[in-house]
Nanobody, 120 residues
Framework: QVQLVESGGGLVQAGGSLRLSCAAS????????MGWFRQAPGKEREFVAS????RYADSVKGRFTISRDNANNTAYLQMNTLKPAETAVYYC?????????????????WGQGTQVTVSS
């Protein structure tokens, strides 16, 4: 069973960049497709990006990039030109289906989340 641990969150000014990492334990990381979601206070969890068949939320297209390094069992989310409204807890998720998904309920495993705060 793969376990996921996010890192890389923090405080950044509007227009800045962060790269989130999602380290996976276990030896079957390559069998999973990965996704990133976020949840702001008082709001529902929302889709950000997924791999397999690469997808992005419209709001992040052109600014965020999802990638992975199977040799190091790590997935990444590069976030550029961040906006204050993107302040949220960011979660990575893994799905046994290799095509990815924008639907949170279709993922099998979740990390604990990492806080991203974008100041204005």
């Amino acid at each position: 069973q793969v376990q996921l641990v996010e890192s890389g969150g923090g405080l950044v000014q509007a227009g800045g960049s962060l790269r989130l990492s999602c380290a996976a334990s276990g030896r079957t990381f390559s069998r999973y497709s990965m996704g990133w979601f976020r949840q702001a206070p008082g709001k529902e969890r929302e889709f950000v990006a997924s791999g397999g068949i690469t997808r992005y939320a419209d709001s992040v297209k052109g600014r965020f990039t999802i990638s992975r390094d199977n040799a190091n069992n790590t997935a990444y989310l590069q976030m550029n030109t961040l906006k204050p409204a993107e302040t949220a807890v960011y979660y990575c998720a893994a799905r046994t289906n290799l095509y990815g998904s924008s639907v949170a309920s279709e993922y099998d495993l979740w990390g604990q989340g990492t806080q991203v705060t974008v100041s204005s």
